[in-house]
């Protein structure tokens, strides 16, 4: 079975600064998708970037980054110039490339990002 | 982009008595939905998967008669919770996938609450 690891719990930025939230997974398999997903007070799940496993490029989305390191199983994320508005819970999720059942996220415990003014 | 409309937000029932909880895809067909839970400052917890027309696949430890789940058509998917108790009372999210992608469309959330 396929596991998401956030090792850290909180993490808090300085606005305007970056920051980096990080992610490993565990996986026996070649093909798949992950995700970065925020979840800010209003707790609407909102996906902030994605990356399939295929695609050796790193996936951005303006100030968002991804760090997409196949060998390792690592998947971090990087925020720029972090404003308050980034303040959330953040979620790291994997999800197979196969179909029906397999196709579930599993999700990491989240890490709480704070943005100090 | 793809919308999904969870209701309602937020329901208070008494302890005993059952609540529906509706999942919509507004502008897409979605041939699986997900439903979660989560209790505050923790991850999302599945409970349940459901394609349209068969019966929902549950999560290990998920009650299936306590939450039934019910994906009539491609836009619609329903959690009801059945003689809800106070331990029943947390935060339920749905998601939904669109055919061909492979992307996840999350509700806004249902904050259930029994008294």
């Known amino acids: 079975a396929q596991t998401v690891t956030q090792s850290q719990p909180e993490m808090s930025v300085q606005e305007a600064e970056t920051v980096t939230l990080s992610c490993t997974y565990d996986?026996?398999?070649?093909?798949?998708?992950l995700f970065w997903y925020k979840q800010p007070p209003s707790r609407q799940m909102i996906l902030v970037i994605r990356?399939?496993?295929?695609?050796?490029q790193n996936a951005t989305e303006n100030r968002f980054s991804v760090n997409f390191q196949k060998a390792a199983k690592s998947f971090s994320l990087k925020i720029s110039d972090s404003q308050l508005g980034d303040a959330a819970m953040y979620f790291c999720?994997?999800?197979?490339?196969?179909?029906?059942?397999?196709?579930?996220?599993?999700f990491g415990k989240g890490i709480t990002l704070s943005v100090r003014p | 982009g793809a919308v999904v409309s969870q209701h309602p937000s937020r329901v208070i029932c008494k302890s005993g008595t059952s609540v529906k909880i509706e999942c919509r895809s507004l502008?897409?067909?979605?041939?699986?939905m997900f439903w979660y839970r989560q209790f505050p400052k923790q991850s999302l917890m599945l409970m349940a998967t459901?394609?349209?027309?068969?019966?929902?696949?549950?999560e290990q430890g998920v009650e299936k008669d306590k939450f039934l789940i019910n994906h009539a058509s491609l836009t619609l998917s329903t959690l009801t919770v059945t003689s809800a108790h106070p331990e029943d009372s947390s935060f339920y999210i749905c998601?939904?996938?669109?055919?061909?992608?492979?992307?996840?469309?999350f509700g806004s959330g249902t904050r259930l609450t029994v008294v």
């Open positions: 502008d897409f067909q979605a041939t699986t």
């Open positions: 998601s939904a996938r669109e055919s061909g992608d492979y992307g996840y469309t």
């Open positions: 459901s394609n349209e027309g068969s019966k929902a696949t549950y």
């Open positions: 990356q399939e496993a295929y695609k050796q």
């Open positions: 999720a994997y999800r197979s490339s196969h179909t029906g059942a397999n196709s579930k996220l599993t």
């Open positions: 996986t026996s398999e070649s093909d798949y998708y």
